[in-house]
């Protein structure tokens, strides 16, 4: 009995020895696998944002029949307005945002920037999902019903580097 009983415990180990060996190589696939697709959603956002400047350019250029110069400025700065936020998170886009404004913002504004500036916010209810990041977040304080503005250690830390170049001169014209 105790012969089929040690043959019985090393079969048993031996399949757990193979189990977590394919349970290991599965998790390396799918880490892989993890990262092609956040290299692909980058790339598709790219894309996306390339093709809408792609199609105002046709537009505008349609419309005001306008020098080619003055188009490649156009594109360039709505490539830049739609890119300006991507790949940030919502509290990190909503610093910049608030920095630039200098004013407390909605969540429904916030919202609509964040979008316009290429952040992926995604769930049923996106302006919810600002307001709930945001009411998380110690940087931020609430000053109307879903409305936000920085707090006052945030404040501190952000509000004066908007007015200051690297060198701490002004750059604000006024």
Do not use: W
């Not at 199609?55 to 400025?73: F, G, H, N, T, Y």
């Amino acid at each position: 009995m105790t012969e089929e009983f040690k043959d019985i415990i090393a079969g048993l180990e031996q399949r757990i020895h193979i189990y977590k060996s394919k349970l290991h190589d599965f998790q390396k696939k799918r880490d892989k696998l993890e990262e092609e697709i956040k290299t692909t959603k980058k790339y598709l956002e790219l894309a996306e944002t390339l093709y809408r400047v792609e199609i105002e350019k046709v537009r505008l250029s349609q419309s005001a029949q306008q020098p080619a110069i003055d188009m490649v400025d156009r594109s360039n700065e709505l490539l830049m307005e739609r890119t300006k936020y991507a790949g940030l998170s919502i509290p990190q886009a909503t610093c910049m945002l608030l920095a630039e404004k200098g004013e407390p913002l909605h969540a429904k504004d916030i919202f609509q920037k964040l979008m316009e500036g290429g952040v992926r916010i995604r769930g049923k209810t996106p302006v919810t999902s600002v307001a709930i990041s945001l009411s998380r977040d110690k940087r931020f304080k609430k000053v109307a019903p879903n409305t936000f503005q920085f707090s006052e250690e945030a404040a501190i830390n952000v509000l004066p580097e908007k007015n200051t170049s690297p060198s701490g001169v002004s750059s604000e014209r006024g």
